[in-house]
């Protein structure tokens, strides 16, 4: 029962009291910290409802793709930065992970729902970009963009300002380097007065800088391009193509220059991974995914530009560069994005398997755990 007002809980007040002040900021920073968490888990969850979207249209019969579970995956001992050397099995116990899909040959091997149904759809956070950047691998595969040419070549209205002399194939890897605040989110200005006004912090092309503002401008260069909205652009180009349980849904806050959202089940974001991998007719019945997107992938060097990454040991090793978005491409060619939400996306094209998950801890800095499953003696 809530305690009255007049009535304080003293002993919650004596508590308070023998907190020293820094000790205090810490226990309100992590109160803090768990309210964000909560806050985005539930928009995670729940992004249709309560804001703005637009529909990416599945079409046909849902993939069939066949689960034979290997117990052994479960069991194999993996390290975790929060809880130690533990198997599979007990890290999904005791950790917050909602949903874990390994797929194998076409062959989904593993899957585990904790706090959420194989329907529920949950947003991608930044694992969403690699979609904008698959469009345009497309789009260059079929000549309508050039990546060695400017991006004012495509959106004049960036010319005379500090976006007229960065290649498209800069912004497409994360080497654009331009100074970007939060502030802009909560500006009146229009996004192209707000991109006008971005400046050079380095050379473009130098350092990577995971930055959605990269994302954003490659979205306005697909739609530019094909005189599309990007809804309909991925309902043509991909959703309709892979058996997708459910529609998918967009979500971008108005005319900030954030990342695109995307909100899905599990099992879709791994058909939208398998189409990377050898096994893509599974899931589709035409290659949607060329192979000339992947070697690009795969064989995009920029080591200068891996640098910038601030979580560059995250896997466990470094990475061989960053490309089309994949904030990892690792030197066997397996490439992998992370979300802010605690989200991930694995491909390994060598081994055909693709990892996919949900995880509500977006500070558990778990990611190497994709790379440890991939690299295990079972793939």
């Given at each position: 029962?809530r305690?009255s007002?007049?009535?304080p809980n ?5 508590a308070?009291t023998?907190?020293?002040?820094n ?13 964000l ?21 599945r079409?046909?019969?849902?993939a069939?793709?066949?689960?034979k ?16 050397k533990?198997t ?6 005791r ?6 899909i ?7 091997v593993?899957?585990?729902?904790k706090?959420m ?17 698959t ?18 070549t495509?959106?004049?209205?960036l ?17 654009a ?18 991109l ?5 912090v ?10 959605p ?10 739609e530019r ?17 892979i ?5 998918a849904?967009?979500f971008?806050?108005g005319d900030?220059l ?8 599990l099992r ?8 990377f991998?050898?096994s ?14 992947v070697?690009?992938?795969q064989n995009?060097?920029r080591?200068?530009a891996?640098?910038g ?26 490439f992998?994005?992370?979300g ?23 500070h558990?800095g ?7 499953l991939?690299?295990?003696i079972?793939?």
């Open positions: 029962m305690a007002n007049s009535q003293q002993a919650a007040i004596a308070d023998l907190i020293q002040k000790e205090y900021c810490n226990v309100e920073s992590m109160k803090m910290r768990l309210l968490d909560a806050a985005s888990a539930f928009f995670q969850k729940n992004m249709n409802p309560y804001y703005p979207t637009s529909t990416v249209w079409e046909g019969a849902i069939s793709l066949l689960s579970p290997i117990p052994a995956i479960g069991e194999m001992k993996i390290k975790t930065n929060k809880y130690g533990l599979l099995n007990e890290y999904i116990v950790a917050s992970i909602d949903g874990l390994l797929v194998h040959r076409g062959t989904i593993f899957e585990s729902y706090q149904h194989p329907f529920d759809r949950r947003e991608w956070g930044s694992v969403c970009k690699t979609v904008i950047g469009c345009v691998g497309l789009l260059e595969a079929e000549g309508k963009i050039e990546l060695s040419k400017s991006i004012a495509y959106l004049p209205e010319v005379e300002c500090d976006w007229q002399d960065i290649p498209v194939v800069d912004i497409l890897n994360m080497t380097k331009l100074h970007y605040s939060k502030h802009c989110l909560d500006s009146n200005k229009r996004a192209r007065q707000l006008q006004a971005i400046k050079h380095q050379p473009s092309g130098s350092v990577c800088d995971c930055n503002i990269n994302s954003f401008v490659l979205q306005c260069l697909v391009v094909t005189n599309q909205p990007i809804n309909e652009f991925l309902s043509d180009r991909i959703w309709r193509k058996g997708a349980q459910a529609n849904f967009l971008q806050d900030s954030g990342c695109l959202r995307i909100s899905s089940t879709d974001i791994a058909c939208y991974g398998m189409l991998t050898p893509w007719s599974k899931v589709s019945q035409q290659c949607v995914v060329p192979q000339s997107v070697n690009k992938i995009s060097r080591t200068s891996i640098e990454i601030d979580y560059l040991e995250a896997l466990g090793e470094r990475p061989f560069a960053c490309a089309y978005q994949w904030d990892w491409v690792m030197a066997d060619g397996d992998f994005k992370s802010g939400g605690g989200q991930g996306l694995y491909i390994s094209r060598i081994r055909d398997l693709v990892i996919a998950y949900f995880h509500s801890d977006r558990a778990d990611e190497a755990i994709a790379r440890i991939a690299r295990s079972l793939f």
